[in-house]
């Protein structure tokens, strides 16, 4: 009987007020959203200058992908093997800052094929590899 006299006691629910978490955040995403515009990065940029049909120097080196992965370079017709000798020579011949090597290929052809001729190019000795998009 005793025990039915008392009356019982809840205990308190354990729950986390996130009200004032949330002002915090709150404060912290307007403070941030006021400063980050005022930061400014001064990066040295080089923008290009939009040229007619790409590089048009005797001297620069053009290899042409055609639709179906047939190679030119310069205009002569050439095979995937006959690539890499024809580059290691001509780089042999050329200083460093005449290095570089253009590739036109179509939009619509497979990005492997043209993955593979920038890594040839490369190992071949071209240090520049500029890339063309061709008709």
Known sequence: MENESKPRVQSPSPSINV???IDVLLVLL???MVIAP???EKLPVMSPTPAENGPSSAETLMLTVSD???LELNTKAITAE?????LIALMQQRAPDQKTLFIK???LIPYDPVVALIDCA???GVITVGLLQGG
């Open 122 to 124: 490369k190992g071949a």
């Open 68 to 70: 179906d992965l047939r």
């Open 82 to 86: 006959e690539l890499r000798p024809l």
């Open 19 to 21: 009200t004032p978490l």
């Open 105 to 107: 290929a179509p939009r």
């Open 30 to 32: 307007i403070i941030f």
């Open 38 to 40: 005022r930061h400014e």
